[in-house]
């Protein structure tokens, strides 16, 4: 089994930045990409950013593309997502989420485990 724990988010003003975390526990071996998904309220829960294994190939919405980096440090087993120029419709609750096989992937059904998330709220 792996566990994630996201941390990080917060509220912060239109234009500001934010890192989020997400730490892997448990049987690190199996997991391969990882990504970040969000949901905003009343809204489906939607692809952000995506990491391959090694850290080499990245992938974003093209909503958040220039804003946002997605990286891995694979020696502490943690993802991270920094967020800059933030805007309010990035306001939404983010996870984390490893799948145990293959490369990274919008579909949420093609991932194996997932963190609680974490708010992130973007307003003045």
């Known amino acids: 089994q792996v566990q994630l724990v996201e941390s990080g988010g917060g509220l912060v003003q239109p234009g500001g930045s934010l890192r989020l975390s997400c730490a892997a526990s448990g049987s690190i071996g199996v997991i391969y990409a990882m990504n970040w998904f969000r949901q905003a309220p009343g809204k489906e829960r939607e692809f952000v950013a995506g990491?391959?294994?090694?850290?080499?190939?990245?992938y974003y919405a093209d909503s958040v593309k220039g804003r946002f980096t997605i990286s891995r440090d694979n020696a502490k087993n943690t993802v991270y997502l920094q967020m800059n120029s933030l805007k309010p419709e990035d306001t939404a609750v983010y996870y984390c989420?490893?799948?145990?096989?293959?490369?990274?992937?919008?579909?949420?059904?093609?991932?194996?485990?997932w963190g609680q998330g974490t708010q992130v709220t973007v307003s003045s």
């Open positions: 989420a490893a799948r145990s096989i293959g490369n990274v992937s919008t579909r949420l059904a093609d991932y194996d485990y």
């Open positions: 990491i391959s294994r090694s850290g080499t190939f990245t």
